[in-house]
């Protein structure tokens, strides 16, 4: 290929970049597609932040409530909950390869992976790595996702590896809007979490 089919091939590339939409995503609903993408590009620089909040979770066998405290640092997440399902306080920490769960009066425990941890031990089939995402109210980039936005174009409901998510309301906090109230129905187990405070952060490189 010669200089002008390569610099041709990269623009072409830089735009589809650019575009913020591919063939992994399906977006529908009442929102516009060019504000949905200028707004998925500004949260997708928020790559910290502190989360306090409220957690429900309902299992076929056990269901319950708790205090979620949510630390991010761009690889590194620090996750506690307190009190759910009577289990005492839980706190998941970590980066990808090198996973940690605490759990009161039972342990602790180590992993590659959040989801086998998690289910493992607690026996949640909960996908952590997508919500890192799904928190911020944009869709996990490594797989297909069915979207559909509200009338400010912004998630209403998303679609993505067997789960459905549903964003109720969302809050501004720093010049993002993140959302406040979501629900996640999965497989034998639906979550409730309402987020009292966001601290969002651009960390950077």
């Not at 060019?34 to 500004?42: I, N, P």
């Not at 409530?65 to 949510?70: E, H, I, M, N, P």
Request: aromatic share 8%; with cysteine.
């Amino acid at each position: 290929m010669n200089l002008r089919g390569l610099l041709l091939l990269a623009g072409l590339l830089l735009l589809a970049g650019c575009a913020g939409l591919g063939p992994r995503e399906d977006v529908g609903g009442q929102g516009n597609a060019s504000a949905w993408r200028q707004h998925k590009a500004e949260v997708a620089t928020i790559d910290g932040w502190q989360i306090d909040g409220k957690v429900g979770i309902r299992a076929p066998q056990d269901s319950g409530s708790g205090v979620l405290f949510w630390l991010q640092r761009r690889d590194y997440y620090d996750i506690r909950l307190s009190g759910p399902l009577g289990r005492g306080a839980t706190r998941l920490t970590g980066r990808e390869g090198d996973i940690r769960l605490e759990v009161a009066n039972q342990g602790r425990y180590q992993a590659e992976s959040p989801e086998a941890l998690l289910e493992e031990q607690i026996g949640w089939r909960l996908p952590v790595s997508h919500l890192l995402w799904w928190v911020r109210g944009l869709p996990a980039p490594d797989s297909k996702s069915r979207l559909t936005l509200n009338a400010d174009s912004r998630l209403a409901r998303l679609e993505q590896d067997g789960w459905r998510v549903e964003y109720a309301d969302y809050q501004q906090q720093n010049g993002y809007w993140l959302p406040q109230r979501l629900k996640l129905f999965g497989e034998d187990l639906d979550i409730t979490l309402v987020i009292k405070a966001w601290q969002p952060r651009r960390l950077g490189l």
